[in-house]
């Protein structure tokens, strides 16, 4: 028997699993069982997060809900043509809703003047989209480290498209390589004071002690 002709091969046993793209760190890090020998002690980290669908508005003017240009519309031409033969299909029968039926929150505002304002402060960098929280000043805190973060437009000159693939590979490895910091024990300076025998404790009554403070100048 020739070996073209066997059902299992080193070519295509099913016990084997042929990569032939080269292996990226992301793909290492997200299947660390998948593409590493031998892992050990490793903890599977979140795949997959909701992505981020605000777009940030430059017209204070604009209402707080509308449809920007930069979505891609859907073409409806399709969708016209399966409801015609849906609807074409269908007996025609008159279906009215009965009196006092009313749609919910019918009586409700969409939004308001400071909808807008309200939704940009939710996706405001941090600390400002918090309500509470760690006082910091303003120069600590990075605000342009939320550009980087975000593709990159491929209209830009290639120096700033390496200046940006440069500080998101600092970010990742800064972030990789952060430990949390160590629990630190509360330290009480009279009783490690009163442990010593330099130092005594003593009650004295208000007039007595009044009397030893101008006694001492």
Not at 114 to 131: D, E, K
Request: hydrophobic share 30%; aromatic share 12%; proline share 8%.
């Amino acid at each position: 028997m020739e070996k073209g002709d066997e059902d299992w091969n080193e070519f295509n046993d099913i016990n084997k699993l042929i990569i032939r793209s080269p292996l990226r760190t992301e793909y290492r890090i997200a299947f660390p069982h998948l593409y590493n020998n031998r892992p050990r002690k490793v903890r599977l980290c979140i795949y997959h997060t909701p992505m981020v669908m605000y777009i940030k508005t430059e017209d204070p003017d604009l209402p707080a809900f509308y449809y920007d240009p930069l979505i891609h519309p859907i073409t409806s031409a399709n969708k016209e043509r399966r409801e015609k033969k849906v609807y074409d299909e269908d007996d025609d029968d008159d279906w009215i809703l009965p009196d006092g039926v009313e749609p919910f929150l019918k009586d409700t505002q969409l939004y308001t003047d400071t909808t807008a304002a309200g939704i940009s402060l939710l996706f405001a960098p941090r600390p400002f989209n918090m309500r509470s929280g760690r006082m910091r000043r303003s120069e600590d805190i990075p605000l342009v480290s939320e550009w980087y973060k975000e593709h990159c437009p491929p209209s830009y000159p290639v120096k700033v498209r390496v200046s940006y693939q440069k500080l998101l590979k600092c970010f990742v490895l800064n972030e990789l390589h952060h430990r949390p910091p160590k629990a630190q024990k509360k330290k009480h300076l009279f009783r490690s004071l009163q442990a010593t025998k330099f130092f005594q404790t003593t009650e004295l009554d208000w007039v007595e002690a009044g009397l030893q403070v101008c006694r001492q100048g």
